[in-house]
């Protein structure tokens, strides 16, 4: 069994879900295809959900109007009978209504309303795929994907309801299911956070044993820098979890931040293709020895320092403890942490709880908060702890004042707290030291083909 993961762009119009088809019909191998909204689909419910929320009517009807609009293009240009034309503009008005309904009330509806997304792009597909006469089954992951109180999905439930539904079907070749979307424990609609989609996958594919799981998107795999800031990445043909793991929790947009978990745990391989180039090799994530020396650079934003400067010695016993447990008291993890003989600086990026975590951290010492700062991850092998690797970083960085650094925390990691707004310099400053050879290797490779 193959489990392949779609994302938005990749459902984006009737072209790309007509190349999708084409993906998923190659082979014959069993499959269950997870799918994400059409591109743009689920910023636009989110909307429609806050003006909802705010009681603002004809900016909500608005919006619905405009989506709906978007949806009858692409039904236009997708299916080729009237009466499957007809079929999917009908669930579609349903779908739409269902949220005109929706405006007045007071409940929170954010997670319902934002499902519908993925409901809508597996039922087009679903039926194009009848159309095009290609037998499939479409199951809603309301019905096998559930997140437990603590919202970590509950892998007993997912693999027990799954095998089930699956099993009674057991001849059935093709498979289509919603990502991101769940129930929670109290059985109401839920998601598993934006770009989600991965994640339901790599879950899907550890529940079923899968043979491997294939993340299609529109670039052709994880290239060693981020590509909406550095120009000239390149794609790496293999990494192992470890890396792309740090990676993905450090901002490389291509993998939501949990979805090798699964994966790895059950040893399976993650294979990531570019729906677009099908022939372009991607990249493959296994379970291997990490890549000697540097293989990535990626960032996140929205990370918030907090410095407790101690009024005391602070290195007392217990110390670090009591600390820790403020973050744990408020739920709020640490990313990055550093320490001297009288502060510890650590980093969050989920700040929901920050007035509550100054308070109860203002007895220790003097707190000073930073914001609008990025992580940067240099991902690659630095088990070895080999002479050389920190210079060159710290050389790349020469010119960009560091808030921050944490190494030997992880053998797989360098992190660095910058700015946001040196962002983008710091990530092409280490591209151009760290990948030099590289860049010149190719370079020499061209000019020696010309
Ligand atoms: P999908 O909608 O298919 O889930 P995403 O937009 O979530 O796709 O992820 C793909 C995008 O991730 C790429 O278009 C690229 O701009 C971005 N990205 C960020 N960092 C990386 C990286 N290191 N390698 C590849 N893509 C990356
Ligand atoms: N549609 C969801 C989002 O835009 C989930 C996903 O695409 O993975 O975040
Ligand atoms: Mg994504």
């Known amino acids: 069994m193959l489990v392949l993961k779609f994302g938005g762009t990749s459902v984006g119009n009737a072209e790309n879900i007509k190349k999708v088809v ?11 295809v997870v799918l994400s909204a059409v591109s743009g689909t689920t910023n636009s419910l989110l909307a429609i959900s806050k003006t909802i929320q705010k009681k603002q009517l004809k900016q909500t009807l608005e919006l619905i109007q405009l989506l709906e609009n978007e949806y009858q293009i692409l039904i236009n240009e997708l299916f080729v009978t009237n009466q499957y034309k007809d079929k999917a503009l009908s669930f579609v008005f349903e779908k739409f209504n269902f949220l005109r309904s929706l405006t007045g009330t007071d409940l929170n509806l954010e997670n319902t309303i934002v499902a519908q997304g993925e409901i809508l792009s597996t039922h087009l597909v679903s039926l194009y795929l009848k159309e095009s006469n290609i037998s499939s089954t479409l199951i809603s992951a309301l019905d096998f994907m559930e997140v437990k109180k603590n919202n970590e999905p509950n892998i007993s439930k997912i693999k027990e309801q799954l095998t089930a539904i699956l099993n009674q079907k057991s001849t059935e070749n093709l498979w289509i299911t919603q990502g991101f979307i769940c129930k929670n424990d109290a059985g109401e609609i839920s998601n598993l956070q934006r770009g989600g989609s991965d994640y339901t996958a790599s879950l899907i594919g550890a529940a079923v044993y899968a043979d491997e799981i294939q993340i299609w998107t529109d670039i052709d795999g994880m290239h060693n820098n981020d590509p909406r800031f550095v120009e000239n990445t390149f794609s790496l043909e293999e990494i192992s979890f470890d890396e792309a793991a740090e990676l993905a929790y450090f901002g490389a ?13 059950n040893n399976i391989n993650v294979l990531l293709k570019n729906t677009f180039s099908p022939l372009s090799k991607g990249t493959i994530i296994k379970n291997k020895t990490a890549n000697n020396g540097f293989t990535a650079i990626a960032a996140k934003d929205g990370i918030t320092a907090i410095k407790i400067k101690s009024y005391r010695m ?12 403020v973050f744990e008291n408020n739920k709020t993890p640490i990313d990055m942490i550093t320490t001297s003989e ?20 203002e007895p220790f010492g003097k707190i000073n908060v930073d914001s609008d700062l990025s992580i940067i991850c240099v991902a690659g092998d630095f088990s070895q702890k080999k002479e050389g690797i920190s210079t060159l970083v710290f050389n790349a960085l020469k010119n960009i004042p560091v808030r921050m650094i944490s190494y030997g925390g992880s053998d797989y990691n360098i992190s660095l707290l910058v700015k946001t707004t040196d962002k983008i310099a710091a990530l092409n400053s280490l591209n151009n ?10 370079e020499a490779i061209e000019t020696f083909e010309c």
């Open 22 to 32: 084409e993906i998923i019909t190659t082979s014959a191998s069993q499959k269950i």
């Open 253 to 265: 947009k291509i993998l939501h931040p949990q979805s090798l978990i699964p994966a790895k745990e």
């Open 314 to 325: 602070l290195m007392a016993y217990g110390f670090l403890k009591k600390v820790f447990e």
């Open 342 to 361: 009288v502060a510890i600086s650590l980093t969050v990026d989920d700040i929901s709880y920050l007035s509550g975590i100054i308070s109860e951290l």
């Open 433 to 442: 030291e760290l990948f030099k050879e590289k860049y010149l290797l190719s």
